[in-house]
């Protein structure tokens, strides 16, 4: 089936689509999260740096020292400087992570006693291009001295010297990246198991759409009895989607089913109506050409050819109006239904059958008005058609029992006979058009419009027969209003 591998190609892609959208909502999450963070992480550890410069910036500014008063403080931490510096170039000691130099207003750095600066308080004041603006200003600055970066500020003491006071946020800056590559390295890891559980749950979870997409193409194949398979522990909307498939799947099955029937039905009853009437047309033209050729001399011998091309042209006419009625009742026509008191109409038929056979004994159990909500024509045809397939195919002597009985809303007629009975296998196909059993008389047509009748009403019928015990039908319709003649209508 080689429409098969592009669907799953589709249902693949589904699953792949399904998987990179949910990785990169994911990855757009780590990602916000993580720039917040840091920036977070480094507006604290650098607002802490930050204080600490304004607090020693505020000191110097309210103790009111000179360049003298802090002379001695200057030479412990030249010398502190230096002994840092050379040893954190040999990597004993780390370097200081702050420094201070005094400057004079052209921005020269200035010797404390007979300390000269450091390289390290040089490059801090070549690095301060306007000392006495970064004094007036109460902001923090950003500079780079050697490669690391710094935050600086600045304050005029009361002598005129300006101090600039400079923090290492090196340690700030590492910080954050080494926070970045752990971000980094978690985010990572979450994005790759994301992207394997999410392909195995959508592999998982579409599996029911690939058994869908399996059916539908087998049943594309011919074969109409596939249907989806259950999946354990799915109560999902896609397994909602398999129940009404499978059921939709059942209908489509079985209304190809009745079509293949109805089609098969049909082309059955077009072959036995053509040779239904062939037969008759076949004798009527035989007797013609009889005619027409002079062999039909004498006045008896035409005489019997035209009382057989009356009978089978009344065979003819009876056959025609018959397949009209079933024509009728197949196309489902609007019935004139009012209240019918059906036992009269089954009192009336019996009179009739007594008419035509005095010699058989007719039994009829109908006592009082039962009406049911029906057409009175087609009613009349049903119940003639029962007792014409009696008098038809049982001796004129067999019994036959009529009775009406009304319960839980339906009537129900049981017609009887005593005759002869029929083959099992004959039985189940006595509603079959055109069947008649062991080649009897009759067009076949009488039962088949005694079912197209019932059904018409909505009713149903129902036949007992076994050979040698007689046949009994019965035909139950829905019962009508209570038994009360309602008006215009006599009992």
Not at 6 to 11: E, W
Not at 147 to 166: E, F, N, Q, S, W
Not at 190 to 197: D, N, R
Not at 370 to 383: K, P
Request: charged share 25%.
């Amino acid at each position: 089936m080689t429409h098969i591998r592009p669907r799953r190609r589709h249902l693949q892609s589904l699953r792949g689509k399904l998987t990179v959208a949910t990785v990169l909502l994911l990855a757009i999450g780590i990602i916000t999260a993580t720039a917040i963070s840091l920036m977070g992480m480094r507006h604290y550890l650098l607002d802490a740096s930050d204080t600490n410069l304004h607090n020693s910036r505020n000191s110097l500014q309210n103790m009111n020292l000179t360049l003298q008063q802090i002379e001695s403080l200057t030479a412990l931490a030249v010398v502190r400087d230096q002994f840092t510096g050379a040893n954190s170039k040999a990597g004993i000691l780390p370097r200081p992570e702050s420094l201070f130099v005094p400057l004079d207003n052209d921005g020269r750095a200035l010797s404390v006693g007979t300390v000269t600066p450091t390289a390290r308080q040089q490059s801090l004041a070549d690095a301060v291009r306007d000392p006495a603006a970064v004094a007036a200003s109460n902001s923090i600055h950003d500079i780079r001295l050697d490669g690391d970066p710094y935050r600086m500020t600045g304050v005029r003491l009361k002598d005129g010297t300006i101090v600039i006071l400079a923090t290492s946020t090196k340690a700030v800056h590492d910080s954050i990246k080494k926070a970045l590559k752990l971000d980094l390295a978690v985010g990572t890891g979450l994005l790759v198991l994301l992207a394997v559980f999410t392909m195995w749950g959508a592999r998982r979870r579409l599996r029911p759409l690939e058994d869908m997409v399996e059916t539908a193409s087998a049943i594309a194949d011919g074969d109409l009895t596939r249907r989806v398979p259950p999946r354990p522990g799915m109560v999902t909307e896609v397994d909602q989607l398999r129940v009404a498939l499978n059921t939709m799947l059942q209908q489509v099955e079985a209304a190809y089913g009745t079509r293949e029937r109805s089609a098969a039905q049909l082309r059955r009853f077009v072959a036995d109506a053509s040779h239904e009437l062939r037969t008759p047309l076949s004798a009527i033209r035989g007797y013609l050409q009889l005619y027409d050729k002079g062999m039909l001399r004498e006045p008896a011998d035409r005489t019997r050819a035209l009382r057989r091309m009356n009978a089978e042209a009344d065979r003819m006419g009876r056959l025609v109006e018959e397949l009209l009625t079933l024509a009728r009742l197949d196309q489902r026509p609007e019935l004139r239904l009012r209240e019918v008191d059906l036992s009269l109409l089954v009192r009336d038929a019996a009179d009739d059958l007594r008419a035509q056979q005095p010699e058989r004994p007719v039994e009829v159990a109908a006592d009082g008005a039962m009406f049911v909500h029906a057409d009175e024509s087609g009613l009349r045809q049903l119940v003639g058609n029962l007792l014409a397939n009696i008098r038809a195919h049982t001796p004129p002597q067999a019994a036959v029992r009529v009775a009406l009985e009304r319960a839980d809303g339906v009537v129900r007629l049981r017609i009887a006979d005593q005759g002869p009975g029929m083959d099992p296998r004959d039985a189940d196909r006595i509603f079959d058009r055109f069947f008649r059993a062991g080649g009897g008389a009759g067009s076949g047509l009488g039962m088949a419009i005694v079912l197209a009748v019932t059904d018409a009403h909505g009713g149903g019928v129902a036949v007992e027969t076994a050979p040698g015990a007689g046949l009994a039908v019965t035909v139950s319709l829905p019962a009508g209003a209570p038994a009360e003649a309602p008006a215009g209508v006599s009992a």
